[in-house]
């Protein structure tokens, strides 16, 4: 391994994750890149020829330029401070588009300001901090196809990663809790290791909300129905319905 690739190495595991399910493209659109720290392993790995990155915070957009620099791939790495999507509103199809580390109603709200530029993608690698449901249920909705998902587990936080490509079919199975998108049902599919442990993990932060609102005289149905959802979709998986 090249003293440069050793620099840009990713040690976090969201990204990790977020670079393997990009796969290989010409060209990266990497939407509040941060650091730039994906736009640079994606370069290094031979993961994209190019990558444009971009950052509404001034301070992050000069970040990523001193990394670029620093690892000599400035040529083949473009950082622009811009919010959402206008970077890549000039760019010419074939791209992808990763967007990382922010709220999920956040990140369908850059798809949806930009949708242009979204559905000439042939790749949409999302990772949500919090709002799965709404930024899956965006998705699906306004015609995305969820190809691929994956669960990082990166200490006592769980993560979801979503890979998705405008135009596409989502075929969700029977067994499937009907209209809920806080979890997917590719991921189902594939019932990684992780994914058990984080269906665990909501039903118990769901059961301690539904303990203080019932000490408080209330019962709400909301928290009640992501129980029982829960409990089917874990069934589910354990009856082999999924």
Not at 142 to 147: D, S
Not at 153 to 169: K, T
């Given at each position: 391994m090249s003293g440069s690739l050793r620099c840009a190495e990713l040690k976090d595991e969201r990204l990790k994750a977020v670079l393997a399910m990009i796969g290989k493209c010409e060209t990266l659109a990497d939407v509040g890149c941060d650091h730039g720290l994906l736009s640079a392993a994606a370069i290094l790995?031979?993961?994209a020829g190019y990558a444009l990155a971009s950052d509404i915070s001034p301070g992050s957009a000069r970040k990523a330029e001193r990394l670029a620099k620093r690892l000599g791939i400035e040529n083949r790495m473009t950082v622009v401070c811009c919010d959402g999507l206008a970077a890549a509103a000039g760019e010419e199809p074939p791209y992808s588009i990763a967007i990382c580390g922010m709220g999920g109603e956040l990140i369908a709200r850059i798809l949806d300001e930009n949708a242009r530029a979204a559905r000439l993608a042939d790749r949409i690698v999302v990772q949500p901090m919090r709002g799965e449901a709404e930024l899956r249920e965006y998705l699906v909705k306004n015609g995305y196809g969820i190809?691929?998902?994956?669960?990082?587990r990166d200490g006592r936080r769980f993560y979801q990663v979503i890979a998705a490509v405008p135009d596409?079919?989502?075929?969700?199975?029977?067994g499937f809790p009907k209209d809920w998108y806080r979890f997917g049902w590719v991921m189902a599919r594939k019932h990684p290791e992780e994914l058990t442990p984080l269906l665990l993990?909501?039903?118990a932060v769901y059961s301690r909300e539904l303990e203080k609102a019932r000490a408080r005289g209330k019962d709400p149905r909301p928290l009640t129905d992501e129980i029982e959802r829960v409990d089917a979709l874990l069934d589910a998986m354990k009856g082999g319905s999924i």
């Amino acid at each position: 391994m090249s003293g440069s690739l050793r620099c840009a190495e990713l040690k976090d595991e969201r990204l990790k994750a977020v670079l393997a399910m990009i796969g290989k493209c010409e060209t990266l659109a990497d939407v509040g890149c941060d650091h730039g720290l994906l736009s640079a392993a994606a370069i290094l790995t031979g993961a994209a020829g190019y990558a444009l990155a971009s950052d509404i915070s001034p301070g992050s957009a000069r970040k990523a330029e001193r990394l670029a620099k620093r690892l000599g791939i400035e040529n083949r790495m473009t950082v622009v401070c811009c919010d959402g999507l206008a970077a890549a509103a000039g760019e010419e199809p074939p791209y992808s588009i990763a967007i990382c580390g922010m709220g999920g109603e956040l990140i369908a709200r850059i798809l949806d300001e930009n949708a242009r530029a979204a559905r000439l993608a042939d790749r949409i690698v999302v990772q949500p901090m919090r709002g799965e449901a709404e930024l899956r249920e965006y998705l699906v909705k306004n015609g995305y196809g969820i190809t691929d998902e994956r669960v990082v587990r990166d200490g006592r936080r769980f993560y979801q990663v979503i890979a998705a490509v405008p135009d596409g079919e989502n075929i969700i199975p029977d067994g499937f809790p009907k209209d809920w998108y806080r979890f997917g049902w590719v991921m189902a599919r594939k019932h990684p290791e992780e994914l058990t442990p984080l269906l665990l993990h909501y039903r118990a932060v769901y059961s301690r909300e539904l303990e203080k609102a019932r000490a408080r005289g209330k019962d709400p149905r909301p928290l009640t129905d992501e129980i029982e959802r829960v409990d089917a979709l874990l069934d589910a998986m354990k009856g082999g319905s999924i």
